[in-house]
């Protein structure tokens, strides 16, 4: 089955500076790689999403990059504020998101310095 | 509406009781899913229910019995539940089972004493 991998479990960064998340995933069928960010008591909520046929997608002050023949993606948040403090999980999907469901990495915890 | 709403936010129950968790959207989304949350792990598929059908168990023990009374609706049954299970239980929606964004609720948080 999938695997995906997830870096760093833990990043910590000073308001205004930006942040990278990187993911690898086993499975070249996967196709679809959504990222999800969860704040203390609440569940997962879609932040962006990019699928196999795109390299790069942009929402703003977020970013999402993906190299299918490296099998990596990433997420980047630039100008970082306090409110993106929470819990970033990646995650990848051979049906696009479908019937089997989401493979999740193990997340990364954002700590986001004043 | 973009929601989707769980009850109760927090439940505690013995090992012998039986209880049950409570989900609904909405939105017409036809798949609907629970997902067990362990502290600092990510979530973790157990049922997909597609077009009000049991579609995937992810090899989940009997003591959670799901239910998808109508299309809004998704129940999952406990008991004799051990303390290890645990967890925040969360539900999700998506347009189809066929892929499409997972809109979660906020989660059943579930302590088993």
């Known amino acids: 089955g999938e695997n995906v991998e997830q870096h760093p479990s833990t990043l910590s960064v000073q308001e205004g500076d930006s942040a990278v998340i990187k993911c690898t995933y086993s499975?070249?069928?996967?196709?679809?790689f959504p990222w999800y960010k969860q704040e203390l008591g609440k569940g997962p909520q879609l932040i962006i999403d990019?699928?196999?046929?795109?390299g790069e997608k942009k929402d703003q002050r977020i970013a999402v990059t993906l190299n299918k023949t490296a099998k990596h993606f990433s997420l980047h948040i630039t100008e970082t504020q306090p409110e993106d403090s929470a819990v970033y999980f990646c995650?990848?999907?051979?049906?696009?998101?479908?019937?089997?469901?989401?493979?999740f990495g193990k997340g990364t915890h954002l700590i986001i310095q004043p | 509406d973009t929601e989707v709403t769980q009850t109760p936010k927090h439940l505690v129950m013995g090992m012998t009781n039986k209880k049950s968790l409570k989900c609904e959207q909405h939105?017409?989304?036809?798949?609907m899913y629970w997902y067990k949350q362990k502290a600092k792990k990510p979530p973790e598929l157990m049922f997909v229910?597609?077009?009000?059908?049991?579609?995937i168990n992810e090899s989940v023990p009997s003591r959670f019995s799901p239910e998808c009374p109508n299309s809004s609706l998704l129940n999952l049954h406990l008991h004799a539940l051990q303390p290890e299970d645990s967890a925040l239980y969360l539900c999700?929606?998506?347009?189809?089972?066929?892929?499409?964004?997972?809109?979660f609720g906020e989660g059943s948080r579930l302590t088993v004493l």
């Open positions: 939105m017409g989304h036809r798949a």
């Open positions: 990019i699928r196999s046929n795109v």
């Open positions: 229910y597609s077009y009000e059908k049991l579609s």
């Open positions: 999700a929606s998506s347009h189809t089972s066929e892929g499409g964004e997972l809109f």
């Open positions: 995650a990848a999907s051979i049906s696009g998101g479908g019937a089997d469901g989401l493979t």
């Open positions: 499975d070249s069928a996967s196709n679809y």
